[in-house]
């Protein structure tokens, strides 16, 4: 069954929601979460870092997303990196994001690849006083692996040591919690097509029938 997409706006709102809470000249960046290996070439399934999916709606690996609302260049106001694709990628890995699909996916109208990260940002960096990074801070987070975010912290610091930095879990708890009417809406929808699931499987549950063949 294919779903309708997430409306952009819900991504426009909830960047508007957290870039009002930085302080001046701040520049916020989050990193998709890594994809995990698990023997020999094998990987498991990727799951989105989800304060980066809120605030792009992109569900991809190797996403980057810079928020600069105070740059002095207007286009790098908000920045977009995707994995490049190709015709060959798309074949062995499978469908992978345009631009044009990105922009409209997020609202985002500045979409780079991101191997040009780093000349974007050696661009701008030093226009921002007060730089935002993420990491999970989460009360019961006992992960051992480290993320992508936690290694990105330590590189930006050793970069940049002499900038401010700030901790951006705390605005994305915020404005997390607070859910926009097209959330509730979401939410209302998983919710009936769980039950929905729940009362079709209700219908074959009887002694003599095995956990597998329900499944």
């Known amino acids: 069954m294919k779903y309708a997409p997430i409306p952009s706006e819900l991504f426009v709102t909830n960047r508007q929601r957290l870039t009002a809470m930085l302080k001046p000249k701040s520049m916020a960046l989050l990193n998709a979460n890594d994809i995990m290996p698990t023997n020999a070439d094998g990987t498991m399934g990727f799951r989105q870092n989800t304060d980066l999916f809120h605030l792009s709606g992109i569900d991809q690996e190797e996403t980057m997303l810079l928020l600069f609302p105070d740059c002095p260049i207007e286009k790098y106001r908000e920045v977009l990196f995707l994995r490049e694709t190709n015709e060959h990628i798309a074949v062995w890995e499978g469908y992978k994001y345009t631009k044009d ?4 996916v997020s609202g985002i109208q500045t979409i780079l690849w991101t191997h040009q990260f780093d000349s974007v940002l050696k661009t ?16 019961r987070n006992a992960s051992e692996v480290q993320s992508r975010d936690a290694k990105f912290v330590i590189q930006m610091k050793d970069r940049f040591p002499l900038h401010h930095f700030e901790r951006l879990a705390p605005l994305m708890h915020h404005i997390r919690a607070i859910k926009q009417p097209i959330e509730v809406s979401l939410i209302q929808e998983a919710i009936r097509i769980t039950q929905a699931g729940f009362e079709r499987v209700a219908k074959y549950v009887k002694p003599g029938v095995m956990e597998y063949e329900l499944e």
């Open 124 to 139: 701008i960096v030093f226009e921002a006083e007060h730089l935002y990074l993420n990491q999970n801070e989460h009360t």
């Open 101 to 104: 699909h990105a922009r409209e």
